[in-house]
């Protein structure tokens, strides 16, 4: 039988919102697999975070940035190892000064290699690893284009998304800004039922059926239901088919549409820290 310490039941707790028994009871049926253990909850109707918790995660500054003509963003993360050093002036001015520089590459290696400061950017971030005292790596690097991108960094650059709208029109703005707070407030699995890895529709479908023969629902009746679950999974965990937070009574989709009716959400990226 798999040791299972204190500390691994309550990271589950933390990542689930189960109780401590559950989440120890979970952790032993799993033999100490993590996820697995997340998927035990579930299946026994544990209301839990579904596929989409930032479990792990360093800390530091996630920045996002957007170039002149509102066409292409950058989200970026630069970790460290302490919310102290995450918080230091420097420490947030470096990072916004990379994510700056990173809008002109489209991928992390690329951007690594650039120079930066009479060195190259991976240089950067070893002089600074002596420097502070700590490990100080890029995590992060996100790239998104479209007819129109719009930014948000929560308070404490702890969460910075991006939001592409297939078009640049009147309001396109505030509508871009409106929408990528709602992904760095809701962090949806994807754009749209599209979106969602097979995996995921297969691991939600069984983890339905489960809790519904438990119900003791009949046999015959659970690839129905199971499809219903799963619809509102995809209510819940899309970020086009989700109630807009700041009116739930229309879905971010129906939002967009209400500042222009041709107007649709092209996609997004989030990075969370902490």
Sequence with gaps: MAQITAAEVNKLRQTTGAGMMD???ALVEAEGDFEKAIEILRKKGQKVAANRADRE????????KVNADSTQGVVISLNCETDFVAKNESFVTLANDLADLALGFDSKEAFLVAPFGG???????TEQTG?????????SFEKLSAPFVGSYIHAGNKIATLVGLSANVDGAAEAAKDVAMQAAAMNPVALNEE???????DKEIEIAKEQLRQEGKPEAMLDNIAKGKLNRFFKDNTLVNQDFIKDSKVSVAQ???????????????RVALG
């Design 255 to 269: 939002y967009v549409k209400s500042v222009d009716s041709n107007l649709t959400v092209t996609g997004f990226k």
């Design 119 to 125: 060195m190259t950017v991976a240089d950067k971030l």
């Design 195 to 201: 979106g969602v890895d097979q995996s995921i529709i």
């Design 57 to 64: 995660s360093s800390e530091g500054a996630a920045i996002a």
């Design 23 to 25: 989440c120890k009871k």
């Design 131 to 139: 420097v502070i005292g700590e490990k100080i790596e890029i995590g």
